[in-house]
């Protein structure tokens, strides 16, 4: 783009008295650049991204800061260290929340996010990892943070990214033999017809594989 | 009618269990999302259900003969709903409460049955999101209606070996040769 980017607004921002930020995308790298007056001292902490680029080196892979929040992306294999040390070494000991993000890009397309929690300091560290489709394999952190338990497992039953070390790695909330994982953005939101059988109508019968066989273009069976 | 001389009164058998079973209905609790809350309503003071005689929840399925199903069901879940309802005795009746169980809802998405009517009988539908008490309310009396309207025991009695029975517009022996046909099956 010839012209420079310039951050969009709400045309009706200069009366409201709480501004309203949103961040499309073309507009976004005039955004990175802003402060967020909304923001909180708690997520914007350059010593502890410092001293973590200073002792992992070359496995962080990035820091971005956006809206005053600190986001470490670091190499898949080194998160269990990363992990580790910060709740060992500088107070971090609770994982508040894991999930997983599918971005839909040729590499690297999904990414997990570690949100962690300095009790002590009330200080708030979110950290990426990113995998490629081919192998969606991230080292578990549950023998750090055991409350990954079933984050990685609802991760895993969702976006299908493996973890590996996890205890017990199997389906959250799907049953046990569907085969797909639905968070995928390929997945369809309606799902798929004949994955998940129904309970029989009449006791013996069997399973109604498709409630609707004639939206989906087939004939009922009797 | 009953007096203090000794009185009788004489009805017919089906007039005096479908007045028993209408109004002792045991509803079974089939509590799955936020219709739940509304459900407890339905059967606590302030709305009474116990008027109607259903205010015993049974959670054994074997002493329930009302479902309650209240909430989105998942996939998943449709087949221990499914197995909870054959597990109740007959005769039973089923309330879908609430746009999710009924249709599905606003969960039009892979993991949510479409409706419950899709795997299991539905006497009553609900609409709501949630449905007020008083429509649960109203759901329970057109069940209590349906109930009164019943043939609960000759129609058994003349399923073992009446003479002669309807069938599919035929008068059938109890040998089950066809005698006559009077009418179109419906």
């Known amino acids: 783009m010839s012209q420079e980017a310039q951050p969009m607004t709400d045309p009706g921002q200069e009366k409201q008295t709480l501004k309203f930020y949103f961040t499309p995308r073309q507009a976004l790298a005039g955004e990175l650049d802003q402060k967020n007056p909304h923001a909180k001292d708690s997520t914007f902490q350059p010593e502890v991204v410092e001293a973590l680029g200073e002792r992992f080196g070359d496995t962080i892979t990035g820091v971005t800061e956006y809206a005053s929040e600190h986001t470490v992306f670091v190499e898949k294999s080194a998160i269990v260290d990363v992990c580790r040390h910060l709740k060992e070494e500088m107070g971090y000991t609770y994982l508040s929340e894991m999930g997983t993000i599918d971005r839909f890009t040729e590499e690297d397309r999904f990414e997990v996010y570690y949100s962690l929690v300095n009790m002590q300091t009330q200080k708030r560290l979110r950290i990426k990892v990113r995998v490629d489709e081919e192998d969606p394999v991230v080292p578990s952190v549950v023998g750090v943070f055991r409350s990954a338990n079933w984050h990685e497992r609802e991760a895993w039953d969702m976006m299908g990214i493996r973890f590996e070390g996890h205890p017990d790695l199997r389906r959250m909330f799907m049953p046990e033999d569907f085969e797909y994982h639905p968070a995928r953005k390929e997945f369809p939101t309606l799902g798929i017809p004949g994955s998940l059988p129904l309970p029989p109508l009449v006791s013996d019968g069997k399973l109604t594989l498709d409630p609707f066989p004639r939206a989906h273009g087939e004939l009922p069976e009797d | 009618m009953l007096n203090n001389e000794g009185g009788f009164l004489t009805t017919s ?23 739940a809350i509304e459900m407890m309503g339905f059967a606590g003071p302030k709305y009474d259900v116990a008027r109607f005689g259903s205010e015993a929840m049974r959670f054994s399925p074997r002493q329930a003969d009302l479902m309650i199903v209240a909430g989105w069901c998942s996939y998943k879940m449709a087949h221990a709903v499914r197995r909870v309802w054959d597990q109740m005795a007959d005769p039973k009746w089923c309330i879908a409460m ?7 809802g606003m969960h039009r998405c892979y993991g949510v049955v479409q409706g419950i009517d899709n795997f299991m009988p539905v006497d009553v539908y609900v609409p709501g999101c949630p449905p007020r008490p008083e ?3 109203h759901a329970l009396m057109d069940i209590q209606e349906k109930i009164r309207n019943e043939y609960s025991v000759t129609m058994d009695e003349r399923e073992k070996g009446a003479p002669m029975r309807l069938e599919h517009g035929d008068i059938v022996s109890a040998s089950g040769d066809v005698i006559r046909h009077v009418a179109e099956a419906h």
Do not use: F
């Not at chain 2, 007039?15 to 936020?34: F, H, I, Q, T």
């Not at chain 2, 609430?98 to 599905?104: L, R």
């Open chain 2, 13 to 35: 058998v089906d007039a005096v269990v479908n007045w028993a079973r209408s109004n002792s209905l045991m509803p079974m609790p089939m509590g799955l999302a936020c219709c």
């Open chain 2, 98 to 104: 609430g746009a999710c169980a009924s249709t599905g």
């Open chain 2, 135 to 137: 429509a649960v309310i």
